[in-house]
């Protein structure tokens, strides 16, 4: 079992920065791939980013690649996601979630954290 707690948002104008941080408890975490997904009001639940158990591959939706960078520290069970250059499209609900594999498929992700919210404004 693994509990996600996110934490980190917030309102920001365009342009500028926030870093959403995930914290994870229990003591497998080093074994999760994490990712960082989002969800608008009725839309689906979008791909952000993803990282490997080590560190080592990362994974990134074409709309965030060079904005935003996912990275995490096994020794805090922590994983992050520094979102840069923001963008009014960038508001959403943020959840980061826990599986075996870094996948871009929300479905495949074993747990989930409650989410923090992002408001861009223009």
């Known amino acids: 079992q693994v509990q996600l707690v996110e934490s980190g948002g917030g309102l920001v104008q365009a342009g500028g920065s926030l870093r959403l941080s995930c914290a994870a408890s229990g003591r497998t975490f080093s074994s999760y791939a994490m990712g960082w997904f989002r969800q608008a009001p009725g839309k689906e639940r979008e791909f952000v980013a993803a990282?490997?158990?080590?560190?080592?591959?990362?994974y990134y939706a074409h709309s965030v690649k060079g904005r935003f960078t996912i990275s995490r520290d096994n020794a805090k069970n922590t994983v992050y996601l520094q979102m840069n250059s923001l963008k009014p499209e960038d508001t959403a609900g943020y959840y980061c979630?826990?599986?075996?594999?870094?996948?871009?498929?929300?479905?495949?992700?074993?747990?989930w954290g409650q989410g923090t919210q992002v408001t861009v404004s223009s």
């Open positions: 979630g826990a599986d075996h594999r870094p996948t871009v498929v929300a479905n495949e992700y074993d747990y």
């Open positions: 990282i490997g158990w080590s560190g080592g591959s990362t």
